[in-house]
């Protein structure tokens, strides 16, 4: 079974503070996500990456950024927090050409007080 | 800009009744479209659609895609509590946003014993 592990599944920070979000995935998928969650909205797409060291924005990319140094781990970074960005993070992998089939993780529920 | 809508945004039965959930698109270069199912955490997949006209069966459970007239439906008869959940559905293109899945907003379906 596919695997995606998220590395906390309740965050709570302070305005201003820079956030890690971490993602591993153990298929040796070569796609990754970050969604975020709001009520009334779905999921929204922040940022993908196809391969190490590559990203692409996805719909809503602003005040985040994203590492991936390695093929199973992908971050996601809130630079200065705000309490706009609180909300449900959702990381997601799929193998190379089946980019339909996203396994999500469990996900992270980040307040920014 | 692709768009998915998704209606009803809530619903509540009782256990034994059917349910229709609707999904409905504007996407170029449509690929796929897909449902899953989110209960307390991650969401997980339930059906991939992509030709017209050819119902997906799985147990209770059914869908079906209209791209001519872009939406699909999922059937859920005999409801049981355990169908409770939010139900997502997404589409994928290709051409630019290859890979990119688009959200609707969910349907949250309640189930009463």
């Known amino acids: 079974d596919v695997k995606v592990t998220q590395s906390s599944r309740y965050l709570v920070k302070r305005t201003g503070e820079k956030v890690f979000l971490e993602c591993v995935q153990d298929m040796d998928h070569e796609n990754m996500f970050w969604y975020r969650q709001d009520p009334g909205l779905g999921l929204r797409l922040i940022y993908f990456s196809y391969d190490v060291k590559m990203k692409e924005k996805g719909d809503i990319p602003e005040g985040y950024s994203v590492s991936r140094e390695k093929k199973e781990r992908f971050s996601l970074i809130l630079e200065s927090a705000s309490t706009n960005q609180t909300s449900m993070y959702l990381c997601a992998s799929t193998p190379g050409g089946r980019l339909h089939e996203q396994y999500f993780g469990p996900g992270t529920r980040l307040t920014v007080t | 800009e692709d768009k998915v809508v998704q209606s009803p945004l809530s619903l509540v039965v009782h256990e034994g009744d059917t349910v229709t959930l609707n999904c409905s698109y504007e996407?170029?270069?449509?690929?796929?479209l897909l449902w899953y199912k989110q209960e307390k955490k991650a969401p997980t997949f339930l059906f991939m659609l992509t030709s017209s006209g050819i119902e997906k069966k799985s147990g209770r459970l059914s869908s079906i895609l209209d791209k001519k007239e872009l939406f699909s439906i999922l059937n859920i008869t005999a409801t049981q509590t355990g169908d409770s959940a939010v139900y997502l559905c997404?589409?994928?293109?290709?051409?630019?946003?290859?890979?990119?899945?688009?959200f609707g907003q969910g349907t949250i379906l309640t189930v009463h014993p």
């Open positions: 996407v170029t270069n449509f690929r796929s």
């Open positions: 997404a589409v994928s293109a290709g051409g630019t946003s290859y890979g990119k899945l688009t």
